[in-house]
Antibody
Framework: QVQLVQSGAEVKKPGASVKVSCKVSGYTFTNYYIHWVRQAPGQGLEWMGIINPSGGRASYAQKFQGRVTMTRDTSASTVHLELSSLRSEDTAMYYC????????????WGQGTLVTVSS | DTVMTQSPDSLAVSLGERATINCKSSQSILYSSDNKNYLAWYQQKPGQPPKLLISWASTRESGVPDRFSGSGSATDFTLTVNSLQAEDVAVYYCQQYYFTPHTFGQGTKLEIK
């Protein structure tokens, strides 16, 4: 079945970087776009950006420009999210989710990766 | 950015009754070339990722009970849950996926009265 399986929880200090992975299975990796969405504790959902696994091109929300990088490894059917210059406000659950097109609904979600930023 | 505003923020409904959640977009998300509304509804239960319930404003996903329905167009949308069941307790989010960033509403917490 279709699955997006994310890497485990991370604890980072302010100013550090974190890299979260999302391994997909059950479908052709290059046929769906991957979005990243985060959710701070007790808060709503915030879209971070999108990557096209076929060509590797990514587009980011302006809020995260300069701090976020999305990459993909086609041989491993895996997408990565890297967020740098972490601050306490980046403490959140980070989700990968797929869509059939750049503008399409998010039909399958990963289980989430909790990133905690604390000194 | 396109602002999605849901109402109410929370809602308590008796088992078997109807729940109605509204979502308003700050700009039209009806795309004229295909006459589709780029609006989705998600359900999120505690400790779980969101689950897609409805896409294109009114298309129910496979496996979603038919007590869930979506309606509306352009800037005003509604999620209706008929005959509320205990397992429907969750937070519900609307999302527009036409404009970047793909923004979500703030969420509506649905509880049992």
């Amino acid at each position: 079945q279709v699955q997006l399986v994310q890497s485990g929880a991370e604890v980072k200090k302010p100013g550090a970087s974190v890299k979260v992975s999302c391994k997909v299975s059950g479908y052709t990796f290059t046929n769906y776009y991957i979005h990243w969405v985060r959710q701070a504790p007790g808060q709503g959902l915030e879209w971070m950006g999108i990557i096209n696994p076929s060509g590797g091109r990514a587009s980011y929300a302006q809020k995260f420009q300069g701090r976020v990088t999305m990459t993909r490894d086609t041989s491993a059917s895996t997408v990565h999210l890297e967020l740098s210059s972490l601050r306490s406000e980046d403490t959140a659950m980070y989700y990968c989710t797929r869509a059939p097109a750049p503008i399409g609904p998010f039909d399958i979600w990963g289980q989430g990766t909790l990133v905690t930023v604390s000194s | 950015d396109t602002v999605m505003t849901q109402s109410p923020d929370s809602l308590a409904v008796s088992l078997g009754e109807r729940a109605t959640i509204n979502c308003k977009s700050s700009q039209s998300i009806l795309y004229s070339s295909d006459n589709k509304n780029y609006l989705a509804w998600y359900q999120q239960k505690p400790g779980q990722p969101p689950k897609l319930l409805i896409s294109w404003a009114s298309t129910r996903e496979s496996g979603v009970p038919d007590r869930f329905s979506g309606s509306g167009s352009a800037t005003d949308f509604t999620l209706t849950v008929n005959s509320l069941q205990a397992e429907d307790v969750a937070v519900y989010y609307c999302q527009q996926y036409y404009f970047t960033p793909h923004t979500f509403g703030q969420g509506t917490k649905l509880e049992i009265k």
